[in-house]
């Protein structure tokens, strides 16, 4: 960034006077945990045991003079990719190693900032001085991972330590971006006491983080009243954490969208008001997601599949998963179970489970009881095999139980089809 | 665990590919369960494929992970043949040859009888016989390579069309018939042809409603891993149980047989007198 005429020429002034700042000075001026600059670092209030550190010249210069003038943060470095001048890092690098400065005291008091001009980097120094200059890389003005600067940010750190996955975040620049800027004592902070008090715990925090990075540009109003509207549609505080962790991203739907959601399953479903809320505990993304597998799913039901109103109901308070299933697994599970093993419709009905389970699994222990000669599926008839079992039990049980034969007889049996 | 896991983790083994299953989603199923495990111990690990099995196609697929998949070459390179199943219905016809596919013609088959049908058998083999020491390029001039004729031992070691060395029928209650094929350079396509002109020549049609390889190489029905047994441990353990044979047999099918006193792996042509289950393992390796 450019500098202005008079700052440069207080520069060319104080250059003059060959003096240096301590690092303890420019230590109480970066510990602000406030806000950051465009690359979000600050001082961290233990700063390397070698003591002074040198700032170059214009930089600090400048900063201090700021930071003396306004304690609010500098809005013109508010952005990542700032353009700067060959110079100089845009940002500044309180943790860098520093040079050893012989005999400079280190408690010189902050009063005498204004009259110690910094050095420039175009003072000669003494050879011993340049050899202990130990300069880190500068931090990047922009850089694709966040991993550069999470040394530098507190708000990362702490980040960090909830256990969010900052590999996930820098995914999307903005919300890496937001992160940066934002303070963790004045924002995040009184965001995530907010869901504290809804009721997700400290361990889940970091993990719902992850997955709704955008969370922090919410405002916490807005939250707080669409909140207060699931609570007035009687969903408990429990119902609401439970929802909130499941579908990580309800609380940034508006309250409009929340109640077209929830008004578009009441109506298409045509559930009662108390399960549809069930219903909608039980799988919140239907919240969030889109409506249109939904809508899709349910003309399959009705249309492809042949089901009734009441036994789509039925089927979807048990298996609330079969509204966003993939609409060719359903179909093909449901070809193979009515048309290839005689199952009439009421009896899938009652064991919607068979369209939660892999094809090849039907398929297999289906083939082996015809091979025995026990793939019997109505329950009026003698040696009855109830589809549900048919498709949850481990191989053990439905070999002993079901099948009568060993396992070994059915992994015989597998390598011959 | 750590390297020594990474060490043993090398090599070939079979596993049995299950009908509706393409074989890429199969090989990375296998990548991501050896993986799960593994986690950070691998950045990347590649598993190789041999002999591919199409998707409507099952039976024993042979994989090669880390350095076995310069085995895999190697067995290419080796031309061994592989047993398939196949299993045909009399009575119709279809475009590519599978009962599913569009319906091209319907016949009657009350005039196809097993004599008729093992008659047709022999006239196949007999003439991928002659094509077999044809794309060998044997000079059948030496006495060696007369003798390995007779015997019927001869392959060829590059490129040809699909042939078969073997082929006879195991069960015929018609319409349905199941045939028992030994052949090498093949394709699962080219096998459901087989049995679409098996039906043409006895005067009906027929299509192919299972195409199941029971060998590849010197790897069995036996030594192939269901869907159950695809997680590391298994894996391991089918790779040592194999890796001795693999050694020995590639060694025998790579050293140049012609001029030792005996062709390598000589073992009699069967016939169809000699009585075999086509359901339970292969007890020998053919080639």
């Given at each position: 960034?450019?500098?202005?005429?008079?700052?440069?020429?207080?520069?060319?002034?104080?250059?003059?006077?060959?003096?240096?700042?301590?690092?303890?000075?420019?230590?109480?001026?970066?510990?602000?945990?406030?806000?950051?600059?465009?690359?979000?670092?600050?001082?961290?209030?233990?700063?390397?045991?070698?003591?002074?550190?040198?700032?170059?010249?214009?930089?600090?210069?400048?900063?201090?003079?700021?930071?003396?003038?306004?304690?609010?943060?500098?809005?013109?470095?508010?952005?990542?990719?700032?353009?700067?001048?060959?110079?100089?890092?845009?940002?500044?690098?309180?943790?860098?190693?520093?040079?050893?400065?012989?005999?400079?005291?280190?408690?010189?008091?902050?009063?005498?900032?204004?009259?110690?001009?910094?050095?420039?980097?175009?003072?000669?120094?003494?050879?011993?001085?340049?050899?202990?200059?130990?300069?880190?890389?500068?931090?990047?003005?922009?850089?694709?991972?966040?991993?550069?600067?999470?040394?530098?940010?507190?708000?990362?750190?702490?980040?960090?330590?909830?256990?969010?996955?900052?590999?996930?975040?820098?995914?999307?620049?903005?919300?890496?971006?937001?992160?940066?800027?934002?303070?963790?004592?004045?924002?995040?902070?009184?965001?995530?006491?907010?869901?504290?008090?809804?009721?997700?715990?400290?361990?889940?925090?970091?993990?719902?983080?992850?997955?709704?990075?955008?969370?922090?540009?919410?405002?916490?109003?807005?939250?707080?009243?669409?909140?207060?509207?699931?609570?007035?549609?009687?969903?408990?505080?429990?119902?609401?954490?439970?929802?909130?962790?499941?579908?990580?991203?309800?609380?940034?739907?508006?309250?409009?969208?929340?109640?077209?959601?929830?008004?578009?399953?009441?109506?298409?479903?045509?559930?009662?008001?108390?399960?549809?809320?069930?219903?909608?505990?039980?799988?919140?993304?239907?919240?969030?997601?889109?409506?249109?597998?939904?809508?899709?799913?349910?003309?399959?039901?009705?249309?492809?599949?042949?089901?009734?109103?009441?036994?789509?109901?039925?089927?979807?308070?048990?298996?609330?998963?079969?509204?966003?299933?993939?609409?060719?697994?359903?179909?093909?599970?449901?070809?193979?179970?009515?048309?290839?093993?005689?199952?009439?419709?009421?009896?899938?009905?009652?064991?919607?489970?068979?369209?939660?389970?892999?094809?090849?699994?039907?398929?297999?222990?289906?083939?082996?009881?015809?091979?025995?000669?026990?793939?019997?599926?109505?329950?009026?008839?003698?040696?009855?095999?109830?589809?549900?079992?048919?498709?949850?039990?481990?191989?053990?049980?439905?070999?002993?139980?079901?099948?009568?034969?060993?396992?070994?007889?059915?992994?015989?049996?597998?390598?011959?089809? | 665990?750590?390297?020594?896991?990474?060490?043993?983790l090398?090599?070939?083994?079979?596993?049995?590919?299950?009908?509706?299953?393409?074989?890429?989603?199969?090989?990375?199923?296998v990548e991501l369960q050896l993986l799960k495990v593994r986690?950070?111990?691998?950045?990347?690990l590649?598993v190789?494929?041999?002999?591919?099995?199409?998707?409507?196609?099952?039976?024993?697929?042979?994989?090669?992970v880390?350095?076995?998949?310069?085995?895999?070459?190697?067995?290419?390179?080796?031309?061994?043949?592989?047993?398939?199943?196949?299993?045909?219905?009399?009575?119709?016809?279809?475009?590519?040859?599978?009962?599913?596919?569009?319906?091209?013609?319907?016949?009657?088959?009350?005039?196809?009888?097993?004599?008729?049908?093992?008659?047709?058998?022999?006239?196949?083999?007999?003439?991928?016989?002659?094509?077999?020491?044809?794309?060998?390029?044997?000079?059948?001039?030496?006495?060696?390579?007369?003798?390995?004729?007779?015997?019927?031992?001869?392959?060829?070691?590059?490129?040809?069309?699909?042939?078969?060395?073997?082929?006879?029928?195991?069960?015929?209650?018609?319409?349905?018939?199941?045939?028992?094929?030994?052949?090498?350079?093949?394709?699962?396509?080219?096998?459901?042809?087989?049995?679409?002109?098996?039906?043409?020549?006895?005067?009906?049609?027929?299509?192919?409603?299972?195409?199941?390889?029971?060998?590849?190489?010197?790897?069995?029905?036996?030594?192939?891993?269901?869907?159950?047994?695809?997680?590391l441990?298994?894996i391991?353990?089918?790779?040592?149980?194999?890796?001795?044979?693999?050694?020995?047999?590639?060694?025998?099918?790579?050293?140049?047989?012609?001029?030792?006193?005996?062709?390598?792996?000589?073992?009699?042509?069967?016939?169809?007198?000699?009585?075999?289950?086509?359901?339970?393992?292969?007890?020998?390796?053919?080639?």
């Open positions: 960034m450019a500098l202005s005429a008079p700052q440069i020429s207080r520069w060319l002034n104080s250059s003059k006077l060959s003096s240096f700042m301590t690092a303890l000075q420019l230590r109480k001026h970066f510990q602000r945990p406030g806000t950051t600059l465009s690359c979000g670092i600050f001082a961290q209030p233990h700063v390397s045991s070698e003591g002074c550190f040198l700032q170059w010249g214009f930089r600090t210069y400048r900063t201090s003079s700021l930071w003396n003038s306004s304690q609010s943060a500098d809005s013109s470095r508010q952005e990542i990719n700032c353009a700067q001048s060959t110079l100089l890092p845009s940002v500044n690098e309180p943790s860098q190693r520093t040079p050893k400065i012989p005999g400079l005291d280190s408690e010189m008091s902050l009063e005498g900032l204004d009259d110690v001009p910094p050095l420039s980097p175009l003072q000669p120094i003494s050879d011993e001085e340049a050899v202990q200059i130990i300069a880190g890389p500068p931090l990047p003005p922009s850089s694709v991972t966040l991993r550069d600067y999470v040394d530098h940010s507190e708000t990362l750190r702490k980040l960090v330590l909830l256990g969010v996955d900052l590999s996930k975040i820098e995914k999307h620049p903005d919300a890496a971006n937001l992160l940066l800027r934002l303070d963790f004592e004045r924002d995040i902070k009184q965001m995530l006491l907010f869901l504290k008090d809804l009721g997700i715990e400290d361990t889940q925090l970091g993990p719902f983080l992850t997955k709704n990075y955008a969370f922090f540009s919410e405002d916490l109003e807005n939250l707080k009243t669409r909140v207060a509207y699931l609570q007035s549609k009687n969903f408990s505080k429990a119902d609401i954490a439970q929802m909130v962790r499941n579908a990580p991203f309800l609380l940034s739907f508006s309250v409009e969208r929340l109640d077209n959601r929830l008004g578009f399953f009441q109506k298409e479903l045509e559930l009662s008001v108390k399960k549809t809320r069930d219903l909608v505990i039980r799988l919140p993304r239907l919240l969030t997601g889109s409506l249109e597998p939904v809508k899709e799913n349910m003309k399959v039901f009705r249309l492809e599949l042949g089901f009734q109103q009441n036994e789509i109901q039925h089927m979807i308070t048990k298996i609330p998963k079969m509204l966003t299933a993939n609409k060719r697994k359903l179909t093909e599970i449901f070809d193979y179970v009515h048309n290839v093993m005689c199952v009439p419709h009421h009896i899938i009905v009652r064991f919607p489970q068979v369209f939660n389970t892999r094809l090849f699994k039907v398929k297999e222990r289906h083939l082996f009881l015809a091979y025995l000669g026990r793939a019997q599926y109505d329950p009026t008839k003698p040696n009855y095999i109830s589809l549900d079992k048919l498709v949850s039990v481990p191989d053990g049980i439905f070999c002993e139980g079901m099948a009568k034969a060993s396992v070994r007889d059915f992994e015989k049996f597998l390598k011959t089809l | 665990m750590g390297s020594a896991g990474l060490a043993r090398q090599g070939l083994f079979a596993v049995y590919k299950p009908p509706g299953l393409k074989w890429k989603h199969l090989r990375d199923t986690g950070l111990a691998f950045t990347s590649k190789g494929v041999g002999h591919r099995l199409d998707s409507q196609a099952s039976g024993v697929l042979v994989l090669g880390g350095h076995g998949r310069r085995l895999l070459t190697d067995m290419y390179n080796a031309h061994l043949t592989k047993d398939y199943t196949v299993r045909g219905v009399l009575g119709k016809a279809t475009d590519d040859f599978c009962e599913d596919g569009r319906l091209v013609e319907k016949t009657t088959y009350d005039h196809v009888t097993r004599e008729k049908l093992d008659r047709i058998l022999a006239v196949i083999q007999g003439s991928h016989q002659k094509a077999l020491v044809t794309y060998s390029n044997l000079d059948l001039q030496t006495q060696e390579a007369y003798e390995m004729a007779v015997s019927g031992v001869i392959r060829p070691m590059n490129k040809s069309p699909m042939l078969i060395t073997g082929i006879r029928c195991l069960q015929f209650a018609p319409p349905e018939f199941l045939l028992e094929v030994q052949c090498m350079h093949e394709t699962q396509k080219q096998l459901r042809r087989l049995v679409h002109e098996i039906g043409l020549e006895l005067k009906s049609t027929a299509v192919c409603t299972q195409v199941r390889r029971t060998r590849d190489g010197f790897f069995t029905l036996d030594d192939a891993l269901l869907r159950t047994q695809w997680d441990p298994s391991q353990d089918a790779i040592q149980a194999a890796a001795p044979r693999v050694v020995a047999e590639l060694e025998k099918s790579l050293r140049p047989w012609l001029g030792t006193q005996e062709p390598p792996g000589a073992d009699q042509p069967w016939d169809s007198e000699r009585p075999r289950s086509a359901l339970g393992p292969e007890s020998h390796v053919g080639h």
